[in-house]
């Protein structure tokens, strides 16, 4: 039973990543697959890839005892590959970036970028749409910053809670956004306002290493990334919800398996995951009452899981196609 579910869901996501590339293939003039810039048809083959690679992702992360590692290797092969294709069009061939305009790899740009230019944004576009088809998704699978904090995050973390986690992240949302008006509003240049934007990723990237790394757990993405924030708040117009039920017996065993310190004590006695949750199902292996689960309208939690899991590793197949700057 549980290889025909898997394969069935594999099978689904091969055939939804395969069409949905094939119609940007077709319909959009300027390639948009790597391949199919340097190579004519190139693309059709970086689709069977990629679906196959979706297809395998399926497979393996249906296993709740999977789910952790494989989402961890898949988020990471996004974010080199992201990397890598924008340090290769800034040094080598603008082929590689997707629009050839550069910005900066920061995710405070999603929100600070259109307020800063007083345009609208691809990037923050499709930021809203993931929320939209996947609530937080976006911070356990598709962002290209995240990773490198899941990464630093690995281990087994302590039970402690971060106690000044949301007055924290709330000042740091509010503050970018006034920080952002204020450059606008005294007409600072694109070039100082991306060195200041430039300074924020690196305090990120200190965050990670020195906080992050020690307490092995996503202090930047829970505590300091803006967007992440943002995800807590926004999450909410999507469906999709996880929960605790009766049959927890409060033994705490999944709140060291929470990289984003959302099963706290209270959360458990609340009997859902907390404020920062983003869905990543890295816990529910940890639980033996299997009381952890997801939630989508009257569907069994294992469908709701299912269906989860296929529009999180669709998504994540495409950006890994199209993802890039
Ligand atoms: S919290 Fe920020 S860095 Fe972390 S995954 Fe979300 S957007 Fe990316
Ligand atoms: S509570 Fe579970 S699903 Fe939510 S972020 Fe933590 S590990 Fe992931
Ligand atoms: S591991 Fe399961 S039973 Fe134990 S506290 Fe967590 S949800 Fe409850």
């Given at each position: 039973m549980k290889s025909i579910r898997s394969y069935n869901l594999s099978l689904s996501v091969f055939v939804f990543v395969t069409f949905m590339l094939s119609m940007v293939q077709l319909k959009v003039e300027t390639p948009m697959l790597l391949l199919e810039r340097f190579i004519v048809g190139g693309g059709w083959f970086e689709i069977a890839l990629v679906a196959l690679f979706g297809a395998i992702l399926a497979f393996k992360m249906q296993d709740p005892k999977q789910s952790g590692k494989w989402r961890r290797i898949s988020w990471s092969i996004f974010s080199v590959w992201f990397f890598t294709q924008l340090l290769l069009g800034i040094l080598i061939d603008d082929t590689f970036l997707l629009t050839g305009k550069l910005h900066l790899p920061v995710p405070a740009m999603i929100i600070s970028g259109p307020i800063y230019r007083g345009e609208k944004s691809i990037m923050t576009l499709l930021f809203l749409s993931t929320i939209v088809l996947t609530g937080p998704a976006w911070c356990s699978q598709l962002c290209y910053f995240g990773a490198i904090d899941n990464l630093m995050a690995k281990g087994k973390t302590s039970r402690k809670k971060i106690n000044y986690k949301n007055p924290v992240k709330n000042i740091l949302l509010l503050s970018i956004i006034v920080v952002t008006i204020a450059l606008r509003f005294f007409n600072v240049s694109p070039l100082n306002a991306t060195i200041v934007g430039g300074v924020l990723g690196l305090v990120g990237l200190a965050i990670i290493a020195f906080y992050s790394r020690k307490q092995n757990r996503m202090v930047h993405c829970s505590v300091f990334c803006p967007i992440g924030t943002v995800v807590n708040y926004l999450k909410f117009i999507n469906p999709f919800r996880m929960y605790i039920d009766s049959n927890c017996d409060s033994c705490l065993a999944c709140t060291s398996n929470c990289k984003y310190d959302a099963l706290t004590i209270s959360d458990i006695q609340n009997r859902k995951?907390?404020?920062?949750?983003?869905?990543?199902?890295?816990?529910?292996?940890?639980?033996?009452?299997?009381?952890?689960?997801?939630?989508?309208?009257?569907?069994?939690?294992?469908?709701?899981?299912n269906l989860y899991l296929f529009l999180t590793i669709s998504l994540y197949s495409i950006f890994l196609a199209m993802g890039r700057i």
């Open positions: 995951t907390g404020h920062g949750c983003t869905f990543c199902g890295d816990c529910i292996s940890s639980c033996k009452t299997n009381s952890i689960k997801y939630k989508f309208f009257g569907f069994s939690s294992n469908n709701a899981r």
